[in-house]
């Protein structure tokens, strides 16, 4: 199973940037399906977007499309998600998850999390 740590995460205003980073170790990601959900207390999970690392195929949810946008270090097992124009609605905990099964929303699928990286947009 791959070990997964987010980064990046914090206060910004809205209409503002941040990068979330997500390193990867244990396995190499090749075959992996690297997703990033979020969560507000009371809700559940939901699915923000997913790349597949071995030819880049992406799924992004239209709350997210446009204004997200993935990118990756090989060498350093890390992937990145450029979230820009953000919104106060983008205020979550976000997790950075994988799995093998495929490119697919539940998170159910993903068998490895990482911990969770606070993003908060202030209006």
């Known amino acids: 199973q791959v070990q997964l740590v987010e980064s990046g995460g914090g206060l910004v205003q809205a209409g503002g940037s941040l990068r979330l980073s997500c390193a990867a170790s244990?396995?190499?990601?090749?075959?992996?399906?690297m997703g990033w959900f979020r969560q507000v207390p009371g809700k559940e999970r939901e699915f923000v977007a997913a790349?597949?690392?071995?030819?880049?195929?992406?799924d992004y949810a239209d709350s997210v499309k446009g204004r997200l946008t993935f990118s990756r270090d090989n060498a350093k097992n890390t992937l990145y998600l450029q979230m820009n124009s953000l919104k106060p609605e983008d205020t979550a905990v976000y997790y950075c998850?994988?799995?093998?099964?495929?490119?697919?929303?539940?998170?159910?699928?993903?068998?490895?999390w990482g911990q969770g990286t606070q993003v908060t947009v202030s209006s």
């Open positions: 790349i597949a690392w071995s030819g880049g195929s992406t």
């Open positions: 998850a994988a799995t093998r099964v495929g490119l697919l929303r539940g998170a159910y699928l993903y068998n490895s």
């Open positions: 244990g396995r190499t990601l090749s075959g992996y399906v």
